[in-house]
């Protein structure tokens, strides 16, 4: 059973500060991966996709993979009321099942003002 | 990226009758897949559609329950069928989107948010 797990949460951070969103996956053959930010009531929004080891940088998003360890972050800078929302992982499986994804919980990120 | 469309967005049905969902794509694609996000839970996917065979379904899935329909390669539907109220969820449609038109991943429809009474 493919599995990704993300740090349990809530995560509360000042408006700001850096909030960093964890995750750890047990495929070791997936090779892509992406967070998407949902907004309570609505559908699932892709913000990050990630597919070679190191650091991927995008506005103020940071994904960061480590195959090795079998871990993806994601860091958001300077962080507003406007990032709250629940982050979700999913890590694209390997092998025959190659088109599907798996996803985590979620974390529910809260941006105080 | 793609853009979907999803019917209907929200439905209040009672226990014993089914619902279908409708998932209208802007471009065609090869494989479209419905998943369930159950209240304050992750995504689960349901089943995977491809035009002119059968869905492929999941573990805990099956036809009886949630037969799809995939008549071409821009439009599908879901039905939950004999509902009870464990079937309330959000239900998602999600295409890939195409690489090279920017980030490549998976895009959701807007969702069916499903109370059953």
């Known amino acids: 059973q493919k599995e990704v797990e993300q740090n349990s949460g809530p995560l509360s951070v000042p408006e700001g500060a850096i909030a960093s969103l964890n995750c750890t996956y047990s495929?070791?053959?997936?090779?892509?991966f992406f967070w998407y930010r949902q907004y309570s009531g609505k559908s699932p929004e892709l913000i990050m996709s990630?597919?070679?080891?190191g650091d991927k940088e995008d506005g103020r998003f940071t994904a960061q993979l480590n195959k090795a360890s079998q871990y993806v972050s994601l860091l958001i800078r300077d962080s507003q009321p406007s990032d709250s929302a629940t982050y979700l992982c999913?890590?694209?499986?390997?092998?025959?099942?190659?088109?599907?994804?798996?996803f985590g919980k979620g974390t529910l990120l809260t941006v105080n003002p | 990226s793609a853009v979907i469309s999803q019917k209907p967005s929200r439905d209040i049905c009672q226990r014993g009758t089914s619902l279908t969902i409708q998932c209208q794509v802007d471009?065609?694609?090869?494989?479209m897949f419905w998943y369930r996000q159950q209240p304050g839970q992750s995504l689960t996917l349901i089943a995977t559609a491809n035009q002119g065979s059968e869905a492929t379904y999941e573990s805990g899935f099956v036809i009886d329950k949630f037969p799809i329909s995939r008549p071409n390669l821009t439009f599908s539907t879901l039905t939950v069928s004999n509902m009870s109220p464990e079937d309330s969820s959000i239900y998602l449609c999600?295409?890939?989107?195409?690489?090279?038109?920017?980030?490549?991943?998976?895009?959701f429809g807007s969702g069916t948010r499903l109370t059953v009474v």
């Open positions: 495929d070791r053959g997936s090779q892509s």
């Open positions: 999600s295409v890939e989107t195409d690489p090279g038109q920017g980030l490549v991943g998976y895009t």
């Open positions: 999913a890590g694209k499986d390997s092998g025959g099942s190659n088109y599907k994804l798996t």
């Open positions: 471009s065609q694609v090869t494989m």
């Open positions: 990630i597919y070679s080891n």
